[in-house]
């Protein structure tokens, strides 16, 4: 049988549970901006480059494309818990 106390604990930690979900989206959109200029800097770049370094580029170029799908990956999950929270809000 869950304690009392138990029970406000959980539900203190659920209460908190959307500002900390606010404070990742905010630190995930920083990291999309970050990442977006990185890769419109890296593909601008790799079309100029000399044909020595074109290899190096194109993996720059890829591990750019790489960070933005992780990141866009990032986004969905937090909208998912972000609809959770506000489906498990509503139904109390």
Known sequence: MPSIPGFF???RAF???PAQV???REKVDAM???LMTLNHEVHAGSEEALPLFVGYA??????ADTAIGAAQVIERQLSELEHTIAALRSNG
């Open 9 to 11: 604990r959980r539900l």
């Open 15 to 17: 209460g908190s549970l």
């Open 22 to 24: 606010a404070d990742l």
């Open 32 to 34: 999309h901006r970050v």
């Open 58 to 63: 194109e993996r720059l170029r890829l591990d």
